[in-house]
């Protein structure tokens, strides 16, 4: 999916290709930081919370979730504030 979008950017004439591939690299890097975290997190804290009491998770890992959704809205209104047509 991602590569279709990605393809889709270029062949629009939207984005450059350096762009793609560097929004690609960030994005595997972010992937690979959260995996890593979450294996680290569950490692050391075990799962001591429950969610629903369905699912466990480490304190460690609800707290990246909330704060990579918390810094991904943060970017959205900086990028709304700072650019005259941003979407």
């Known amino acids: ?6 393809y889709s950017r270029i062949y629009l004439g939207v984005h450059y290709s350096g ?3 560097c ?4 994005g595997i890097f972010s992937a690979w930081l959260s995996w ?9 804290w075990g799962n001591r919370l429950k969610v629903r009491g369905e699912i466990s ?10 704060g990579s959704m918390a810094l991904t ?3 959205i209104v900086v ?3 700072v650019s005259d ?3």
């Open 85 to 87: 047509n941003p979407f």
């Open 57 to 66: 998770l480490p304190p460690l890992a609800i707290l990246w979730i909330v």
């Open 1 to 6: 999916w991602a590569a279709l979008v990605s």
């Open 23 to 26: 929004g690609a690299l960030v």
């Open 73 to 75: 809205f943060l970017f």
């Open 36 to 44: 890593t975290v979450f294996k680290w997190s569950s490692h050391r």
């Open 19 to 21: 762009d793609v591939f």
């Open 79 to 81: 990028l709304y504030l």
